[in-house]
């Protein structure tokens, strides 16, 4: 017998980070699902682990990640009154930064999704060009091409 809750989880990943795409991101996320009951939601930040020959030493690594974890924790807070803003209960968006060593911020973001299992990953879309989409490749494009298991909405 198949279990609903498995099938589909109104359980919402967004990965964010300082853009006004993340931002929009959040807000659509906000705006689709005002008033509705039972989505829960996660916003995620995954902060990339720098190269360990990166600071000169661990003291200075150290200084910069405790720096970087206030702007990260402000930019989560803002976010989370976003969606409590827009109708969400307070109780059901929680808001989650992580250190992590990865080659793509989009496997990052799949990797947490999977250990999480939820059903929905959102980003923002980065606003690369054609050409610099080639080159470089974006996160959107990555996550929506090895994504499983999952829907993914891409907020322009």
Wanted: charged share 25%; glycine share 6%.
């Amino acid at each position: 017998m198949i279990n609903n809750e498995e099938v589909f989880n109104k359980n919402i990943l967004i990965a964010v980070d300082e853009s006004e795409n993340a931002r929009r991101a959040v807000s659509y996320v906000g705006q689709l699902l005002a008033g509705i009951r039972g989505f829960k939601v996660l916003i995620l930040h995954v902060i990339r682990q720098p190269e360990e020959d990166y600071f000169p030493t661990s003291a200075e690594k150290e200084k910069w990640l405790g720096q970087y974890k206030l702007t990260v924790d402000a930019m989560l807070k803002n976010y989370r009154k976003i969606l409590i803003g827009e109708g969400f209960e307070p109780e059901d968006v929680s808001v989650r930064s992580t250190l992590r060593y990865c080659p793509s911020l989009a496997e990052c973001i799949l990797t947490e999704r999977n250990q999480t299992k939820f059903s929905t990953i959102v980003v923002g879309r980065q606003g690369l060009s054609r050409s610099e989409e080639f080159l470089f490749g974006s996160v959107s494009s990555k996550i929506v091409n090895h994504a499983r298991d999952c829907t993914v909405w891409v907020v322009e």
